[in-house]
């Protein structure tokens, strides 16, 4: 429902282009179905999910993000709607590899 100026600079998406679609169109491939289906057992149970996600921005380059997701449930308990906070990481990834 809402992208920041900065995330569309970092995924170089417009904000037309993201909001309404779900996190596949900046899926990088790189971390395997489970990744996702234990951040989305995570949040769907109330719980804050915190990771590390590699990204593709629209050109196809990559991008890492560290990403906290905040859930806000229904009086039922069930997931009405997420708040995700990410903060681009890439240059430390690549220099923990380097280093590697």
Not at 12 to 36: A, C, M, V
Not at 70 to 81: A, C, I, K, N, Y
Request: net charge positive; with cysteine.
């Amino acid at each position: 429902t809402y992208v920041n100026k900065k995330f569309c600079a970092i995924s170089k998406y417009s904000s037309l282009e993201l909001i309404g679609k779900t996190h596949k169109i900046i899926n990088s491939g790189f971390h395997p179905k489970e990744f996702f289906a234990d951040m989305w057992k995570t949040i769907s149970s109330g719980k804050v999910w915190d990771g590390e996600i590699r990204n593709r921005a629209k050109d196809g380059s990559y991008y890492w993000v560290s990403t906290t997701i905040v859930p806000f449930m229904d009086q039922d308990g069930h997931p009405e709607s997420y708040v995700s906070v990410r903060y681009e990481i890439t240059e430390r990834v690549l220099a923990q590899e380097q280093l590697k």
